[in-house]
């Protein structure tokens, strides 16, 4: 899938650390996203995959490490300036606004105005509506109004919803915070097919999940965290069974394969 | 779309703003009956419009207080404190009209911020915090009216406010008997209206967007029309337009469009439904707090400057209870405790409810305590209504 102009990681954490009081949660983390790759991202409870995540998108600030976006340093200091710099976050509770319709939850934050008079500017609805309705279209994701609050909607067509919203505004990564957790088995399909719509098309994506068929089923590559490292970092591959003994096997720390570099 | 399923439709869609409608039309014509059609005499209508004015100004500010997951108690005293400031303003230190108006809607604005300092910045519960308000404010109203007790106002500029008319035209009578510039201005909005929805729909299809269907359209146009109409020449056949109602007008408008029309309104609701998705999408929940209250002070002080010009006085007691009138109010006119919902279009009709039910039962000659027994059968039955049709929507 890349060629060679693409060799640069779109995103690079290296050595992220976080602590948290007395705890430990990021033990200096490194971690790779390559243009066009879908990343899961693994571990047990507490192992660091969220902590990492919300530095990733301006959530948290790190204690220690760098973060590479395309090749260039970059810091953060709150979630809006990770997003300017194209980094989107899909939250598991989907972070819509149940009262507010389709076109208005894609367009929060950055409501696009007719006539320009700062807070008080006058919304171009026709504008957001039909950039939303091609959206949808574009991401094959089956709503039939664009005008329809989200608290008519249905669990996946919500998570839909907030998929298609972070991939609005040209956003370079995509992460996703166990997107199928609070999902039935059907739509957990539909979701999964989006990770893949939008793949095809070009995204570059992060996924956390504890499922791990969902990530065997999207992901291009796969990284372990156990107790704030990295433990492995090997592409998907083999049939299920396989992938999941393998995945247990790190989670548990049965295998480690960045054990040499640990201090203490 | 066919007409019947579009019906079914829009009534399955909108139950609760028109069910609000149809409880108003409903009191309306019982107190007509009940009263031998005194209710609605041109006397009585100016009356009734004269008593919604302050509880429907700060129903309004109430409703986007109350979507944005927050209440205010402390409106009613804080009204009635700026109300006496108005009146010492103009008695004892002998400002002009024109500078009292502004500088009391300012220091509601600020009376509005220190609410949203504590409530936004310290984090203290909005319940709370201005329930601490109420105190203080019920205190400072006695105290700048201890030494001289009611304080009675004899600036006719001012009075005229709470009790006066628009003035007729200049150039005399077109339609004798009638107050002309009333019926001018009924005309206009109603021309306003109609052009206005036709452009929209123009527009609407033009964009290949939904539209409602041709007969429904018509019904919705010939009805409001009429409303309109209806409510001008009772108020034309009498003395005209009342300043109050100018004054709800405007605030009805400037707010209905900032919250249906402007990105302030849309984030305000978006505060409303989901604060942490609204903070995650960079909007500033502090700054929508601020705002909130900031309005609401303002209101307040409006609502304030409306009671005491009515009342052509300042007194001890003025604003006790206005508070629970418009929270109730906006209740009625379909906001929801859980946030994000209600409108301001509907915190006027609930609040034209209200007042409706004290004049109708006022005219009736029903005990007080009877009153505030339907009051409360209103408010609760507007709620389980509220409730119920939210759900069976899910």
Redesign the interface.
């Known amino acids: 899938m890349e060629n060679s102009s693409d060799q640069t990681p779109v995103v690079e954490l290296r050595g992220i650390k976080k602590h948290f009081g007395a705890v430990q949660a990021l033990r200096g983390v490194d971690l790779a996203l390559m243009h066009n790759e879908v990343l899961g991202l693994v571990g047990d409870n507490a192992a660091g995959k969220s902590t990492l995540m919300k530095v990733l998108s301006g959530a948290y600030i790190p204690d220690g490490g760098d973060i590479f976006i395309e090749g260039k340093r970059v810091s953060f200091a709150n979630p809006m300036d990770a997003r300017r710099l194209g980094i989107e976050m899909v939250y598991q509770d989907y972070a819509l606004a149940n009262n507010l319709d389709v076109s208005s939850n894609v367009f929060m934050g950055r409501e696009v105005v007719r006539i320009k008079l700062g807070p008080l500017g006058v919304m171009d609805f026709a504008h957001m509506e039909q950039e939303t309705k091609a959206l949808l279209e574009r991401l094959r994701i089956d709503i039939s109004s664009v005008r329809l609050k989200v608290e008519r909607l249905s669990g996946g067509q919500r998570q839909a919803v907030a998929i298609a919203r972070a991939t609005a505004f040209d956003a370079k990564v995509i992460i996703m915070d166990e997107p199928t957790a609070a999902l039935s088995v059907a739509a957990i399909d539909k979701v999964l097919e989006l990770v893949k719509e939008l793949k095809a098309q070009g995204s570059s994506i992060i996924i956390i999940s504890h499922r791990l068929e969902d990530i065997y089923r999207v992901s291009d590559r796969m990284i372990v965290l156990r107790q704030g490292r990295k433990v492995s970092d090997s592409p998907v591959e083999g049939d299920i069974h396989e992938f999941r003994e393998k995945v247990v096997a790190y989670m548990i720390g049965a295998r480690d394969d960045f054990a040499e570099r640990t201090t203490a | 779309m066919s007409f019947a399923s579009d019906v079914r439709r829009v009534l399955r869609e909108n139950i609760r703003d028109y069910g609000m409608f149809i409880a108003l039309f409903v009191i309306v014509l019982f107190f007509t009956i009940t009263t031998n059609g005194l209710f609605i005499s041109p006397r009585n209508i100016v009356n009734l419009v004269n008593q919604t004015g302050y509880i429907a100004v700060l129903a309004v500010g109430m409703t986007l207080v109350i979507v944005i997951r927050h209440i205010d108690l402390s409106v009613g005293f804080l009204a009635g404190f700026l109300g006496a400031i108005a009146a010492i303003a103009m008695v004892q230190w002998n400002l002009p009209v024109w500078v009292v108006i502004p500088l009391v809607l300012f220091l509601g604005i600020i009376a509005g911020r220190i609410t949203s300092f504590m409530v936004a910045d310290l984090g203290i519960p909005a319940f709370v915090a201005t329930l601490a308000g109420w105190l203080g404010y019920r205190g400072a109203l006695q105290l700048v009216t201890r030494s001289t007790g009611t304080i009675i106002i004899p600036n006719d500029d001012f009075n005229a406010i709470g009790n006066g008319f628009i003035p007729e035209f200049p150039f005399g009578e077109v339609i004798p008997g009638m107050h002309n510039l009333t019926l001018f201005l009924g005309i206009f909005g109603i021309a306003l209206f109609v052009t206005g929805e036709l452009i929209n729909r123009v527009?609407l299809q033009s964009?290949n967007?939904?539209v409602q269907s041709m007969e429904m359209f018509i019904i919705k146009l010939v009805a409001v029309s009429a409303l309109i109409g209806a409510i001008t020449w009772i108020l034309a056949g009498y003395r005209g337009l009342s300043w109050t109602a100018v004054v709800i007008l405007i605030v009805v408008f400037a707010y209905h469009f900032?919250t249906t029309?402007?990105?302030?309104g849309?984030?305000i609701?978006?505060v409303?439904?989901?604060p942490?998705?609204?903070e995650?999408?960079?909007?500033s929940v502090k700054r929508i707090t601020h705002?909130v209250f900031g309005s609401m002070g303002m209101l307040t002080a409006l609502a304030g400057i409306l009671f005491a010009s009515r009342l052509q006085s300042a007194t001890t007691q003025a604003g006790t209870l206005f508070e629970l009138d418009a929270i109730a109010a906006s209740f009625v006119g379909g906001v929801s405790a859980a946030?994000?919902?209600g409108t301001v279009a509907g915190s006027l009709i609930g609040a034209l409810v209200m007042t409706s039910l004290t004049n109708g039962m006022n005219l009736m000659g029903i005990d007080i305590s009877y009153q505030y027994i339907v009051r409360a059968i209103v408010l609760a039955g507007a709620v389980i209504f509220d409730v119920a049709t939210r759900r069976r929507?899910?």
């Open positions: 527009r964009q967007r939904e900032m029309r402007t990105v302030l849309r984030r609701y978006a409303g439904g989901n942490e998705a609204a995650l999408s960079g909007i705002v946030g994000g919902v929507e899910q």
